[in-house]
């Protein structure tokens, strides 16, 4: 994809306003990245939803934490946990991005009740 391709898709992206929903979404890193590695990464999810007009955004990196069970040959991982208020469209490419990130060995996305 090209800069201007690029430009367009952004350019038609949503406004936030009426259809965003409160979101939970926690995933899991390998934990044998470099600080500036997992850093990147956590913050190219963070700009998907920025780039989407999220509103409320709050991430908590809880950092290394033992797995309940051995997953891709780790048995620890690198907790962060993401509060978002967001449209739909955001959540769904974010769901995306982490399912092709060979980095990310989990990942959950709650949507979380208005009460």
Known sequence: MNFIHLAALAANRPKGGKNMKKYEIMYIIRPNLEDGVRNALIEEFSKILIDFKSENLKVN??????LAYEIADSKKGYYVIINVEAPVEAINELDRVMKIRENVIR????????K
């Open 107 to 114: 990942h959950i996305v709650i949507a979380r009740d208005e």
């Open 61 to 66: 990196e809880w950092g290394i934490k033992d």
